[in-house]
T-cell receptor, first 113, second 112 residues
């Protein structure tokens, strides 16, 4: 069964450093998303991406964040200058169409020290 | 924006009993309501979903009901088993952005 894959599974970074989280969505999917989950809390929407542009973003997704689809398979989330409060599990997700099942990757646990 | 509330936050049932988790949403334009199960340290996985043109959907031991007028939807698990123990999240989505707004989660514990 096809699945969304994310790398790395765990990333430790120093405050102020840039990190790039990588995702390979399911190949025939057209909608891509990033969510985050602070330990013990709910899953929060960050950004959605369709047709090579951001379709919606949350208030969390400020100027420190950016997304990119550099080629036909990868979808990346960049955090330019990490803060302690960016520590969370980051999930990439993809869906084939609007209003259909979103498949989640296994997540990248980001720890900012 | 959309706001989804979920209750209870924790639920403990004996094996074989039923479990019910309830959610309410605020945006009447929401039209897609999935339920995700998340085991410790794992990804959220869809267990059932319902669209706004349907009032009820069932898949074996799992069912979801939707009341559009009241803006609430519920997950029903019958004949619970220990492997049902997990955190369950409801979510709501509008068609334009397809983003999911999640509830706060329910930790379900099924005891022997």
């Amino acid at each position: 069964e096809p699945e969304v894959t994310q790398t790395p599974s765990h990333q430790v970074t120093q405050m102020g450093q840039e990190v790039i989280l990588r995702c390979v969505p399911i190949s025939n999917h057209l909608y891509f998303y990033w969510y985050r989950q602070i330990l013990g809390q709910k899953v929060e929407f960050l950004v959605s991406f369709y047709n090579n542009e951001i379709s919606e973003k949350s208030e969390i997704f400020d100027d420190q964040f950016s997304v990119e689809r550099p080629d036909g398979s990868n979808f990346t989330l960049k955090i330019r200058s990490t803060k302690l409060e960016d520590s969370a599990m980051y999930f990439c997700a993809s869906s084939e169409r609007q209003v259909t099942e979103a498949f989640f990757g296994q997540g990248t646990r980001l720890t900012v020290v | 924006g959309e706001n989804v509330e979920q209750h209870p936050s924790t639920l403990s049932v004996q094996e074989g009993d039923s479990a019910v988790i309830k959610c309410t949403y605020s945006d009447s334009a929401s039209n897609y309501f999935p339920w995700y199960k998340q085991e410790l340290g794992k990804r959220p996985q869809l267990i059932i979903d319902i669209r706004s043109n349907v009032g009820e959907k069932k898949d074996q031991r799992i069912a979801v009901t939707l009341n559009k007028t009241a803006k609430h939807f519920s997950l029903h698990i019958t004949e619970t088993q220990p492997e049902d123990s997990a955190v369950y999240f409801c979510a709501a989505s509008t068609g334009t952005a397809s983003k999911l707004t999640f509830g706060t989660g329910t930790r379900l514990q099924v005891t022997l």
